[in-house]
Structure formats: C-alpha cells, structure tokens
C-alpha cells in the first residue's frame, strides 16, 4: 500500500475546481478514467509512494489558470508534493483570493513574481534575492505540511533572519500566463524575478516551440537553488524525471521500469528533514508491473 498523506495546496484547489463543475472533467486514464489521487496516475503506475516532503525556508505560491488543477500532466503538482510550504490559489480576472492578497503582505515573506524580464519594466526586474545572503539562512524544521507561522522560535519564520523568498508562480500555458500577468494588478508591486537558466528544458509531456520555456516544475527548481534550497531544487529535478517516466509509460501501457536513470537518481540523494525515509517502499523489495 503506498502512504496516505493529507491534501496539499494544488489538490485542495482541484477538489474545490470539480465541485464548482458544470459537468465532469474527462482524462485519459485507466478503466472508466480511474486515476490515484495522491499523484494522478492510473493505479498500476501510482507513484506515491516515492514522494519526499521537505521543509524549505523559501516557499512556492502557485496562482493555477482555471482548469491547470485539473490536468493530470500538471507539475505544480509536484511542487505542492515536495515542498511543505507551498499554496495554490485560482486565478480570476476580476478578483483575487483574500488569502493571497494576505500572504502577499505578510511580513514573513518577501515575494518575488517570477517572470521573464523581457516583458517587464527594467526598474522591477531583479535577477538575484533581495537582502537574501544562501550561505548563512537557518536550518529548516520539521515537516509540518502546512505555512510556517511569522516570528517566533521557529527558525524558517521572520524575525532575525529576515522575510522568507516567496516565488509566485503562474501556472498555466504561455498565452495564459502573459495574459494573467498583464491583467493582475495585485502583483504590480512585486519584484519580478528573471531567471537565467544554462539548461534546456527537458519537460516532455506537452509541447512548446521554444526550448526556454520551462514548466512550472523546473522553474521552481530554478528558484530553489537560487535560494540556496539545493536539496529541494535536486529533488523537484528528479521527482519531475521519475513522474514523466510514469506517466508516459501509463500513455504507452508500458510497465514502470524501477531500476532506470531517473529512479536511481531519486533514491540516490539524502533527505534531512524529510517524511521520504519513513514512506518510501525499497525499490529492490518491489515487484515491478
């Protein structure tokens, strides 16, 4: 049996999204579309059990186009999977969530809007974090699932360390995103993060015709290390590997081959400060599909 975890952020969004449906949202998948809750996939190919939680001193807002929580191909999905402290929240034309526009004043945060900045006003395009020195943030606490409270004695919080990163992240296609850009004043007086990867993206479950343009996986994993979170960044690059074998396995009816590249890769880092260690089921004890 692979682990039970509690709802996280995206699957919270895509359960409050199929209650507001008119009519059931159809994916491709096994008999009559049945697909595992926990990750999406047909049960034959479930994943769970290979997902790590970590606790990060950065955090991830993820504000999700309509029907992306709806997607099984969606990787901010992932993103809620691994890292304990991130939200997801719809987007709308004509109103924001309450509870975004709250995180995004929240003194325990700095956010950071990531987009490109060629389509930005150069006065608000930074390129590193703000105040943000990597090497000397805090050891993370435990898993805790949830947003960490402000201040305190917890050391992911405010107080002497200073704001947390907060990587907004619009979830969506392209057009979308530029579309939800331009018409979200809200995030108007965000600092806009321009990335600058060296690598390709290696996403292959939809298409796009440029290659630098990144799921949202991979730009968050791009935000992690930038934020000194190397652990995270690691994880979120090889758990993406190991759900896009799944998946596209699950595509071709093809069994789950355990012992690959992106598999090794996964079970081969360390996980601190993780919940993998006490769920995982040994790879080598599995039988595979």
């Known amino acids: 049996m692979p682990p039970i975890f509690a709802p996280h952020a995206v699957s919270r969004l895509r359960s409050a999204r199929l209650a507001r449906s008119a ?19 047909v049960p034959s190919h479930c994943m769970c059990a290979l997902r790590p939680i970590l606790t990060t001193r950065a955090g991830v807002c993820l504000i999700m186009a309509d029907i992306e929580p709806l997607k099984p191909s969606n990787t901010g999905w992932l993103i809620a999977d691994i890292v304990a402290d991130t939200a997801a929240f719809g987007w709308a034309r004509t109103a924001a969530d309450p509870a975004l526009l709250a995180m995004l004043v929240d003194p325990q945060w700095q956010p950071y809007l990531v987009f490109p900045g060629e389509f930005v006003a150069p006065e608000r395009v930074v390129t590193t974090l703000i105040g943000y020195n990597t090497a000397t943030q805090p050891a993370a606490g435990p898993p805790q699932g949830g947003l960490a409270p402000s201040g305190g004695s917890d050391p992911r919080g405010g107080g002497a360390w200073g704001p947390r990163p907060l990587f907004v992240l619009l979830d969506a296609t392209w057009p979308e995103a530029r ?9 108007d007086h965000l600092p806009v993060l321009s990335l600058q990867p060296e690598q390709i993206s290696r996403y292959r479950l939809r298409r796009s015709r440029r290659d630098d343009h ?5 730009v968050a994993a791009l935000c992690m290390d930038l934020a000194g979170e190397h652990l995270a960044a690691q994880a979120l690059e090889a758990y993406l590997e190991v759900f896009t074998h799944h998946y596209l396995r699950a595509k071709n009816q093809l069994p789950v081959q355990y012992e690959d590249e992106a598999h090794a890769r996964l079970r081969g880092l ?11 089921t040994p790879i080598t004890s599995r039988t595979t599909p």
């Open 214 to 218: 990144f799921c949202t996986s991979e």
């Open 270 to 280: 360390r996980w601190p400060n993780s919940l993998y260690a006490a769920t995982i």
């Open 179 to 187: 579309k939800m850009f331009r018409k979200s004043p809200y995030l």
């Open 23 to 41: 009519k059931p949202f159809l994916a491709r998948g096994g008999p009559h579309g049945e697909r595992c809750a926990g990750c999406r996939l």
